[in-house]
């Protein structure tokens, strides 16, 4: 039996070329040109925002630094800033939660809302979410544009948003649905990759429109469950509901959490590989206790530069050897790493042993990658850790005081910033493996504060 079609007011807030807005709110010297957030400034670096000027000409997210300027000569790029996104995020999300009570952080720059009940119809929806937009404007940033899609069900609501940006508003229902779907390709719509879109159309299914009109029966031989799925979305049936943080089903324990740092020459040239590898096993190691889980084992993999010979890369002839000494040409790859006895969560702890890793592996050669993971996970009993000291038990009462002292050094650093303490050996090296955040991550945006 098929469902009935959604009559809910679901509605679909999306923050335009989201961290580039947030740099031109905070530099208004930026503002108006074309800009690019990067993930490294360097030539190789990954474009991972593109301002709305960048993106009117030719700049795209994915590219490189260097393939950025060869489009866009007169762009400006600057290093991504996540505390600054974070922040502006949760500035954003409290005024769209006193909207409604169901408001579904989708990532950190997009929400959906759940308005069934709390408005009378979508354009009494639409004057209260036009409202937000000024809002936002005026108490977050004056620079800060979104993309609005209201409709019936979440899918609906998100083609809408996606339909009129920059700065669109646009409202999808039984009335127009129709023609809003024969505006749109296949792949506009969130679900169809290119992969799904070579099987429709191997099936005869070229646009939206025939999909929605294509029987259903079909689809389910086709692609089973999802084809359902697909079916009920562009039809205006609800098959997904907007769900607020409190009853998100908590993603299943991770496997393992580490972090990687493509390292600069100016680290070798001072000497602070040890501090950047210092810096990862540490915020490795902050994002496992916040899942309240221990490690069992530690991983350390280092990717060292040896004097070489050149190289003919492939097609080229001896005359195109370069007429200067190019450098370093080999690369070796190392990894090492030990199982706990006991599992530690402690920074003191996890440092140590990685430290001790690398310097097994690493004899001082210049590197341009080191990586640390934290795997072989467990929970800690919900025994309560007590600072004691009783007789024969001094190394569990070490263990004990480096768990206090790590989660205590963990709530002055969520207060005041990861540099409010830090190990002596990570003094000066406050640019380098910065932190880095995702567009489908929320982590760290904390309405309650605000």
């Known amino acids: 039996m098929l469902p009935p079609p959604s009559n809910k007011l679901i509605a679909h807030l999306d923050m335009n070329s989201y961290f580039a807005s947030v740099e031109q709110q905070a530099n208004p010297f930026l503002r108006g040109k074309p800009i690019g957030v990067c993930a490294y400034l360097h030539k190789n670096g990954c474009v991972i925002a593109a301002s709305i000027e960048a993106k009117r000409l030719g700049m795209k997210v994915g590219m490189t630094v260097t393939e950025a300027k060869c489009k866009v000569p007169s762009a400006e790029f600057v290093e991504n800033d996540p505390p600054k996104y974070r922040a502006v995020t949760s500035r954003v999300f409290s005024i769209l939660h006193e909207l409604t009570d169901c408001v579904e952080h989708y990532s950190i720059d997009e929400a959906f809302l759940d308005l069934t009940g709390w408005y ?10 036009a409202r937000v937009r000024r809002r936002i404007k ?21 083609t809408a948003s996606d339909f009129e940006k920059p700065e669109g508003l646009t409202v999808i229902d039984r009335d127009n649905l129709d023609e809003i779907l024969s505006q749109l390709d296949l792949e506009d719509v969130c679900g169809i990759g290119p992969r ?5 159309e191997r099936a005869g299914i070229m646009t939206l ?4 009109l294509y029987p259903v029966a079909n689809l389910i031989r086709l692609f089973g469950k999802y084809g359902f799925y697909l079916w009920c979305k562009v039809n205006g049936m ?8 409190q009853y998100l089903v908590r993603s299943p324990q991770p496997k393992s959490i580490g972090h990687s740092y493509c390292v600069p020459e100016r680290v070798n040239r001072d000497g602070k590989v040890v501090a950047v590898l210092t810096r990862l096993t540490e915020r490795a190691g902050r994002r496992m206790r916040r899942e309240g889980l221990l490690a069992g084992r530690v991983s350390v993999a280092v990717n060292v530069l040896r004097p070489g010979s050149y190289v003919l890369g492939q097609g080229m002839r001896p005359s195109m050897r370069p007429t200067q000494d190019p450098g370093p040409r080999t690369q070796d790859f190392y990894s090492d790493f030990l199982h706990f006895s006991e599992p530690a969560s402690d920074s003191f702890t996890l440092v140590g042993t990685a430290c001790s890793l690398l310097q097994k592996i690493w004899h001082g050669e210049r590197v341009n990658f080191l990586a640390v993971t934290l795997s072989d996970f467990s929970t800690p009993s919900l025994q309560k850790i007590l600072p004691l000291k009783i007789r024969g038990t001094e190394g569990g009462y070490e263990i004990n005081r480096r768990r206090l002292i790590s989660d205590a050094v963990d709530l002055v650093r969520d207060r005041y910033g990861d540099e409010a303490i830090m190990f002596g050996s990570m003094m000066g090296i406050s640019h380098e493996a910065p932190d880095r955040i995702g567009f489908r991550k929320t982590d760290g945006v904390d309405i309650s504060k605000i």
């Open 238 to 245: 609800e098959c997904e509901k907007v769900l607020s943080p």
């Open 138 to 158: 005026s108490e977050v940033g004056e620079w800060l544009r979104c993309s609005i899609g209201i409709a019936p069900t979440r899918f609906l609501a998100k």
């Open 209 to 212: 429109m025939e999909l929605k």
């Open 120 to 129: 009378r119809d979508a354009a009494e929806a639409a004057w209260a979410l």
């Open 196 to 200: 799904i879109r070579q099987r429709l």
